[in-house]
């Protein structure tokens, strides 16, 4: 089988690490991919919205299956497409219908979905430019902390935790009278905030059955203790150890099966992963949001314990058959640990030549933000490079892919020393 990614980061990294083990696959692409997806498959310059040349190239090159990385293409309707050509139709898309993708697409849309199929998330209601003055007198009923998310996609910046009702006043009135985070702005969420621990929970359906991935935590802070601004993500461990057996039954009975169950009663197709990020409030289980594809950095945790054939489940997707299929996930854990440009994620300099990768063995090195300039790899984004090590306890994990992001150097480089240790 032919299989074209669609995506160039840390997840597309592993999903092509993971993919080409399969005795499946004929051929791997990866478009447009990075300096080291290239090991892995063929590296094809192609946007990841460029429908008709994505398209073209699939024809050109007897794709069977599309895997889409990130949440943009999906959003902006590339299942739909392939699916409106008749000349297109025999190649599966994995990922959901343009639909199904305003689970992330839309802050509004998901979080009246949870509160039509019953499925625990915070208290909320939602406010444009028609009903701007109710939302700030609403501001007054809440209790401190407030959440403020904006309804569309403003590539991970759009959520806004503030300490003071001033301050929550002036935000909202910034992100939809001002159109702070642009278009996504133009309707926000105001969000009761959760206290309690964060994870994600991946899975994979074709619409009407579905598999429960490893879960992961990531870290999003950019500084040591989870301080500082957000980011993309520093880091991620899987398993996590608070997850136990009961608390992930709760998950699946509360969440995962409603959130399956109801897009068949909505009438929504949905063909992908969802990625369920979780609240662990006092032992039971909040969404706090869904996305519509793997995370990042977790793909990099939790596709390196999966045994398995990726291909044969993802082949259970497009055909419709995934209950049929079976898989298996080590008891190790993995941990990864990002190394990242120095000023990220505020501004930052790229082509910074990257050396000592070699020297990395007891760990993976999946690339992120970078390309190759000549022979020479070198830095192309905030997140550059993701180490991740399997081992059979998390210290011993945390421990040496912290060691070995130590070992690669690139002028500026940055990574977290304390990944995970909160968890030990």
Do not use: C, W
Not at 343 to 365: D, F, L, Q, R
Not at 392 to 418: C, H, M, N, P, V
């Amino acid at each position: 089988m032919n299989i074209l990614i669609i995506g160039s980061g840390g997840r597309e990294s592993a999903f092509a690490y993971k993919i080409a083990q399969s005795p499946k696959l004929s051929k791997l692409y990866i478009a447009p991919g990075n300096a080291g997806t290239g090991q892995y498959g063929e590296n094809v310059d192609l946007k990841v919205t460029d429908f008709d040349g994505i398209a073209d190239f699939a024809l050109k090159n007897k794709v069977e299956m599309i895997v889409v990385g990130p949440e943009e293409p999906l959003v902006k309707g590339i299942h739909d497409y392939f699916l409106s050509r008749e000349d297109l139709k025999g190649i599966a898309v994995v990922g959901p219908q343009q639909e199904g993708a305003q689970l992330e697409g839309s802050k509004d849309f998901s979080k009246e979905f949870m509160i039509r199929h019953n499925i625990p998330t915070a208290a909320f209601r939602s406010f444009d430019k028609s009903n701007v003055e109710e939302g700030l007198a609403y501001l007054d009923t809440q209790n401190l902390p407030i959440v403020l998310k904006a309804d569309g996609l403003a590539q991970g910046k759009g959520v806004l935790i503030l300490d003071s009702y001033e301050e929550a006043k002036a935000e909202l009135k910034a992100m939809i009278t001002d159109a702070k985070f642009g278009e996504a702005s133009s309707v926000v969420v105001v969000e009761e905030f959760l206290k309690g621990i964060e994870l994600s929970v991946f899975v994979l359906t074709d619409g009407k059955d579905y598999k429960v991935l490893p879960s992961a935590k990531d870290y999003k802070r950019i500084g040591e203790g989870d301080t500082g601004l957000n980011t993309g993500g520093m880091g991620s461990v899987s398993p996590v150890p608070f997850a136990d057996q009961e608390f992930l039954d709760k998950v699946e009975q509360r969440i995962i099966k409603p959130t399956v169950d109801g897009l068949k009663q909505d009438g929504i197709p949905y063909k992908g992963f969802i990625f369920i990020g979780l609240m662990n409030v006092g032992g039971d289980p909040y969404v706090i949001e869904y996305n519509v594809r793997m995370g990042d950095p977790e793909t990099e945790s939790v596709l390196i314990r999966i045994e398995s054939d990726l291909v044969d489940l993802l082949e259970g997707v497009a055909k419709e058959d995934l209950a049929s299929r079976s898989y298996t996930v080590t008891d190790k854990t993995a941990a990864t640990v990002m190394i990242v440009s120095g000023g990220y994620p505020g501004s930052y300099e790229t082509g910074k030549a990257i050396a000592n990768m070699e020297n990395v063995k007891e760990s993976i090195v999946f690339h992120a933000g970078t390309k190759l300039d000549g022979q020479q790899v070198v830095t192309a984004g905030g997140r550059v490079l993701a180490v991740t090590a399997l081992e059979d306890d998390l210290f011993s994990a945390l421990q040496q892919a912290t060691a070995d992001a130590g070992r690669i150097f690139f002028e500026g480089k940055y990574f977290r020393t304390d990944i995970g240790f909160d968890l030990i």
